[in-house]
């Protein structure tokens, strides 16, 4: 069964970089569209990021140009690189990978928290 594992989430201050990392257990990155997601308290998950098995990205107008997501096939991880983060940033952060239809699945999530 394969599997997603985040890592890569902590405190950091505003203005500050971060990157996320996700692991998957078997040969999935750069098949699928894979993207990030995040929740933040008492909100609703939403998308920051999502790449296509042909590379094209995309982005909401919140995090774009801040936020980057690439992978790297060979290692089958994707990652999410965050630039000048800011306090409504924070939230758990999810990898997610479309396997089509309603089939998809979800890593464990990262906590990502952006205080002074």
């Known amino acids: 069964q394969v599997q997603l594992v985040e890592s890569g989430g902590g405190l950091v201050q505003p203005g500050g970089s971060l990157r996320l990392s996700c692991a998957a257990s078997a040969q999935i990155v750069g098949i699928y569209v894979m993207g990030w997601y995040r929740q933040a308290p008492g909100k609703q998950r939403e998308l920051v990021a999502a790449?296509?098995?042909?590379?094209?990205?995309n982005y909401p107008d919140s995090v774009k140009g801040r936020f980057t997501i690439s992978r790297d096939n060979a290692e089958n991880t994707l990652y999410l690189q965050m630039n000048r983060l800011k306090p409504e940033d924070t939230a758990v952060y999810y990898c997610?990978?479309?396997?089509?239809?309603?089939?998809?699945?979800w890593g464990q999530g990262t906590q990502v928290t952006v205080s002074s």
């Open positions: 997610n990978v479309n396997f089509g239809g309603s089939s998809s699945l």
């Open positions: 790449i296509t098995s042909g590379g094209a990205t």
